[in-house]
């Protein structure tokens, strides 16, 4: 009984030498990760691309044969771009899944190597079976302090030297939904209204009209839920920004309390609205 | 004369106003039109909406190209933190800080303070050497 108090207390003041040196602690990241993970998630989605690039071929079903060829063009030069968007929309991807993994508290599965200096204990016949068995704990919990310091450190670093270049890659982004993707909705809401108004208005069968008029709201509320997919989309990215600058700004103090409750609510905002704009 | 992509979005803009003007012409005078008047605005209009869209086509390329930059400069730090991760991965490193840990508990069991500190050290250096 008294070895094994003994064990106990030398256990005890092993692991306080051990996290004094190290000058570390185990902290849970666990809401920048949340975070992280629905951002990376909600890059991924890039219907909103496909869409722009599809703009021109949607415009010919209004549009009149003299304006298919400029249309063709455009089709080119979208198609051109397509790959650069969806670059962009894999970086951030990227850069926010290493983020959350950097965030994240669970060592990675390298536990059966640690049981190593147990064993070797054993074998130098340094202890026996019983104080072998909590040195490896100890070895366990020494280990993941030492790694979650250091993960503590990249995730810090990462988070300083990327803020200004995420901002302007997000932002721009953000510019391109906002301005390119809406106008496009603009437009076709335009085109639409072209092509169904001087047929309705050389009309003279009441029925006729009734169902034109059917058709074109039809098509005008297709745009509008793309319109709506768009601006969902765009609040996507805000928060995603505004939530990096928050890392950014206490980056110092990542297990600061009030960052990681806001962290939580940035990730459960993104994931409200990423979940209705997959339904769009 | 380059334009920067403001410029362009704001150009888009204004081409669809012009055609949304010149279209509410047409149809709010529908009747006092002949169909060449009707026709000659009409072609006006599409040609006037595809600038728009011509437009927003160059804007997107202005902003892509205005922030490769930035782009460049997120991959590599991205690729880094990859690398990074990479690193801890390691089996290598493992096996450091296996080898480090025995030391540690060596010394441990033999009740020397000083060596705890020195192979505590020792353990956090091999936990945390950067092998980038």
């Known amino acids: ?7 106990t207390l030398r256990i005890q003041l ?11 602690g185990c902290a849970n990241l666990a809401a920048i990760r949340e975070f992280a993970d629905i951002s990376a998630q909600s890059a991924a989605h890039t219907a909103l691309v496909t869409q722009y690039v599809e703009f021109p071929e949607r415009q010919k079903q209004f549009q009149p044969s003299s304006q298919h060829a400029r249309l063709d063009q455009m089709s080119r030069e979208r198609a051109a771009q397509k790959e650069r968007l969806l670059l962009r929309h894999a970086l951030i991807e990227e850069y926010m899944d290493a983020l959350g993994q950097l965030a994240t508290d669970e060592p990675v599965t390298y536990d059966k190597d640690i049981d190593a200096p147990g064993k070797a204990i054993v074998a130098n016949k340094f202890a026996g079976e019983n104080d072998a068995g909590a040195l490896r704990s100890v070895s366990k919990i020494l280990f993941r302090a030492s ?4 993960r503590q450190r990249k995730l810090r670093e990462l988070i300083a030297e990327s803020n200004s270049p995420f901002q302007e890659v997000v932002g721009a982004l953000k510019r391109i939904v906002d301005q390119a993707f809406a106008g496009d909705t603009e437009n076709e809401e335009i085109a639409i209204r072209n092509y ?14 009734a169902a034109l008029e ?3 709201d039809t098509r005008l509320a297709e745009v509008r839920m793309r319109r709506q997919a768009i601006t969902d989309y765009s609040e996507v990215l805000s928060k995603i920004a505004s939530g990096h600058q928050k890392l950014y700004d206490k980056r110092d103090d990542l297990d600061n309390k009030d960052l990681l409750q806001l962290m ?3 990730a459960k905002h993104l994931r409200k609205r990423f979940d209705t704009l997959k339904k769009l | 004369m380059k334009l920067t992509s403001e410029e362009a979005f704001e150009l888009s803009r204004r081409f669809r106003e012009l055609s949304v003007a010149l279209g509410n012409v047409r149809f709010s005078r529908w009747k006092e039109l002949s169909p060449a008047q009707r026709r000659t605005i009409e072609d006006a209009e599409w040609s006037l909406l595809n600038a728009s869209s011509d437009m927003i086509t160059s804007a997107v390329g202005i902003v892509l190209d205005e922030t490769e930059a930035s782009f460049r400069t997120l991959q ?8 990074a991760l990479q690193t801890l991965k390691t089996v290598r490193r493992v096996i450091n800080v296996a080898i480090a840990a025995v ?3 060596a010394a441990i069991v033999s009740r020397d303070p000083g060596a705890i500190a020195k192979n505590a050290k020792g353990l956090f250096d091999a936990a945390t050497e950067d092998d980038t």
């Open chain 1, 1 to 7: 009984m008294r070895q094994t108090q003994s064990i």
């Open chain 1, 14 to 24: 092993f692991l306080l030498t051990g996290l004094v040196v190290l000058g570390v």
């Open chain 1, 147 to 150: 790694t979650d310091g250091w």
């Open chain 1, 196 to 209: 169904y108004q001087p047929i309705i208005l050389s009309s003279k069968d009441k029925a006729g009209i």
């Open chain 1, 214 to 216: 059917e058709w074109r």
């Open chain 1, 264 to 266: 939580s609510r940035y």
């Open chain 2, 76 to 83: 590599r730090s991205t690729d880094k933190a990859k690398r």
């Open chain 2, 103 to 105: 030391g540690l508990a």
